[in-house]
């Protein structure tokens, strides 16, 4: 995983990585870096616990190396980084300070970090590796002036011996602590293989009286998780800090000491998390008579409206929640949504049609917006498109006595104007049309009445 993470900025390439960072990552060996990432430049492997240089030297291009914060005792196997003008050591547990010879063959090495080594407190430390690296410019920071070097050289036959010195009695010192943690680990062992093996009502020995009385009664065999979880809980607190309050000194062996003991308090507390999570009872959505009750596990804000033909549940869902992880089951007394497993239900305050109802999300808000028919109301789609059927066809209708009324509000009384109603007379033409009486005032000649003027032109 590190080294895809590492490589997103490449297309997921590692072979072609030109830098690469691997700090606080645990990494106790160097395995496979010179293999899989030959064009490295840049390598950043400070803060893990690396305690030997080795698997580089088929970096020929690499230019940069951090390595602090380690376990490394000894400098090597570096001859074959040849374009190497940078090494950070800084912090490690190097005390074999001649082990520097070996960066002689790093004709482009530049600058050097040692600071806060063993070596770095011996007498004479800088003056012997002035001396011994002619190529470097900078030691710990700090620029190497030629008059400083100049008098390192001249002083090397004096200092050399020196230095052998006291890399013996650092050596002699480091085989003792080495001694002293490996018997301290193989007591550690002990103590939990002892652990391990203890009785089985969990005590270092075993009462057999006490265990018995104790399995024939009910309640010791009922006894709850939680109480075991507890003891447990304060065992691993009590055993954190006796680890944190016993001193001891900065060796390789007590940094890998301290990885372990807080890999095993993860471990410790993972399984923990797992028996609580086991240990916790399930959710009661209805109890045993049937009734439903109100349940909110996913702690989301919701509104619900009530009206005469339906109730309207608004979920607060998170908008960029993928709707396939939520699950809508409407029932005629309560709703229920399963979000991401965590289930909220509500008791509605009116019984309604689960087969009617409705479930959509919003595209803005992403609310889950849930449409609940009321029993005896009618909302759905068909329906309403039969009542607007029905209201085109009465239109005429409608309109028929719309028209009529209106008619009646324009007749006037014309005894109570002064003045012509000229829209009554424009009415009268309209509905009253001459031709209609007509066939009964024109006269017909064969009328024994009729009387022919001459004077009066014939009707067309």
């Given at each position: 995983e590190g080294w895809e993470r590492n490589a997103e900025h490449n297309d997921c390439v590692i072979f072609s990585l030109e830098e690469l960072s691997l700090h606080q990552q645990e990494i106790e060996r160097l395995e496979h870096i010179d293999k899989w990432c030959r064009d490295l430049k840049i390598l950043y492997l400070q803060n893990n616990l690396i305690g030997k240089i080795e698997n580089v030297s088929k970096l020929k291009k690499l230019e940069y190396l951090n390595l602090a914060l380690n376990n490394i005792e000894k400098i090597e196997n570096l001859e074959g980084c040849e374009e190497l003008a940078k090494l950070d050591l800084t912090v490690n547990f190097i005390g074999e300070l001649s082990s520097i010879k070996t960066?002689?063959?790093?004709?482009?090495?530049?600058?050097?970090?040692?600071?806060?080594?063993?070596?770095?407190?011996?007498?004479?430390?800088?003056?012997?590796?002035?001396?011994?690296l002619p190529q470097l410019k900078w030691l710990d920071g700090k620029e190497i002036e030629p008059s400083e070097r100049i008098k390192a050289l001249q002083e090397y036959s004096v200092i050399e011996p020196q230095i052998r010195e006291q890399e013996k009695d650092h050596c002699l010192k480091r085989a003792k602590l080495k001694e002293e943690a490996q018997r301290k680990h193989q007591e550690e062992d002990k103590k939990e293989d002892k652990r391990s093996n203890a009785g089985f009502d969990g005590r270092w020995y075993t009462d057999i009286n006490a265990t018995l009385s104790s399995l024939e009664s009910k309640d010791h065999l009922q006894a709850p998780d939680t109480e075991e979880h507890n003891t447990k809980k304060l065992d691993n607190i009590e055993d954190d800090l006796e680890f944190w309050n016993k001193p001891c000194l900065f060796t390789p062996e007590s940094r890998l000491e301290t990885l372990r003991h807080m890999e095993k308090q993860r471990k410790n507390q993972e399984k923990l998390s797992e028996k609580k999570k086991k240990v916790k009872p399930p959710r009661t959505l209805i109890t045993e008579d049937g009734k439903a009750l109100n349940v909110n596990e996913p702690k989301i804000d919701f509104s619900?409206?009530?009206?005469?033909?339906?109730?309207?549940?608004?979920?607060a869902v998170y908008r960029y929640m993928d709707t396939s992880l939520i699950n809508v089951d409407v029932q005629p007394t309560y709703v229920r949504v399963m979000i991401k497993g965590k289930p909220f239900?509500?008791?509605l305050p009116a019984e309604v049609k689960p087969d009617n109802s409705s479930a959509k999300r919003s595209q803005t808000t992403g609310h889950l917006v849930i449409c609940m028919p009321k029993v005896g109301e009618v909302i759905t789609g068909g329906q309403r498109a039969f009542m607007s059927v029905k209201t085109t066809s009465d239109r005429s209708s409608e309109h028929i006595n719309t028209r009529s009324k209106r008619m009646e509000k324009l007749e006037v009384d014309p005894s109570k104007h002064s003045f012509p109603d000229v829209a009554n007379i424009v009415q009268e033409k309209k509905h009253t049309p001459r031709r209609r009486p007509e066939p009964k005032i024109i006269p017909s000649e064969e009328d024994p009445t009729f009387e022919d003027n001459p004077e009066v032109p014939p009707l067309i």
């Amino acid at each position: 995983e590190g080294w895809e993470r590492n490589a997103e900025h490449n297309d997921c390439v590692i072979f072609s990585l030109e830098e690469l960072s691997l700090h606080q990552q645990e990494i106790e060996r160097l395995e496979h870096i010179d293999k899989w990432c030959r064009d490295l430049k840049i390598l950043y492997l400070q803060n893990n616990l690396i305690g030997k240089i080795e698997n580089v030297s088929k970096l020929k291009k690499l230019e940069y190396l951090n390595l602090a914060l380690n376990n490394i005792e000894k400098i090597e196997n570096l001859e074959g980084c040849e374009e190497l003008a940078k090494l950070d050591l800084t912090v490690n547990f190097i005390g074999e300070l001649s082990s520097i010879k070996t960066l002689k063959h790093n004709i482009h090495l530049k600058e050097l970090f040692l600071m806060g080594n063993p070596c770095a407190s011996f007498d004479h430390y800088r003056e012997f590796v002035v001396a011994t690296l002619p190529q470097l410019k900078w030691l710990d920071g700090k620029e190497i002036e030629p008059s400083e070097r100049i008098k390192a050289l001249q002083e090397y036959s004096v200092i050399e011996p020196q230095i052998r010195e006291q890399e013996k009695d650092h050596c002699l010192k480091r085989a003792k602590l080495k001694e002293e943690a490996q018997r301290k680990h193989q007591e550690e062992d002990k103590k939990e293989d002892k652990r391990s093996n203890a009785g089985f009502d969990g005590r270092w020995y075993t009462d057999i009286n006490a265990t018995l009385s104790s399995l024939e009664s009910k309640d010791h065999l009922q006894a709850p998780d939680t109480e075991e979880h507890n003891t447990k809980k304060l065992d691993n607190i009590e055993d954190d800090l006796e680890f944190w309050n016993k001193p001891c000194l900065f060796t390789p062996e007590s940094r890998l000491e301290t990885l372990r003991h807080m890999e095993k308090q993860r471990k410790n507390q993972e399984k923990l998390s797992e028996k609580k999570k086991k240990v916790k009872p399930p959710r009661t959505l209805i109890t045993e008579d049937g009734k439903a009750l109100n349940v909110n596990e996913p702690k989301i804000d919701f509104s619900l409206k009530d009206n005469e033909k339906q109730i309207i549940l608004d979920l607060a869902v998170y908008r960029y929640m993928d709707t396939s992880l939520i699950n809508v089951d409407v029932q005629p007394t309560y709703v229920r949504v399963m979000i991401k497993g965590k289930p909220f239900q509500l008791v509605l305050p009116a019984e309604v049609k689960p087969d009617n109802s409705s479930a959509k999300r919003s595209q803005t808000t992403g609310h889950l917006v849930i449409c609940m028919p009321k029993v005896g109301e009618v909302i759905t789609g068909g329906q309403r498109a039969f009542m607007s059927v029905k209201t085109t066809s009465d239109r005429s209708s409608e309109h028929i006595n719309t028209r009529s009324k209106r008619m009646e509000k324009l007749e006037v009384d014309p005894s109570k104007h002064s003045f012509p109603d000229v829209a009554n007379i424009v009415q009268e033409k309209k509905h009253t049309p001459r031709r209609r009486p007509e066939p009964k005032i024109i006269p017909s000649e064969e009328d024994p009445t009729f009387e022919d003027n001459p004077e009066v032109p014939p009707l067309i």
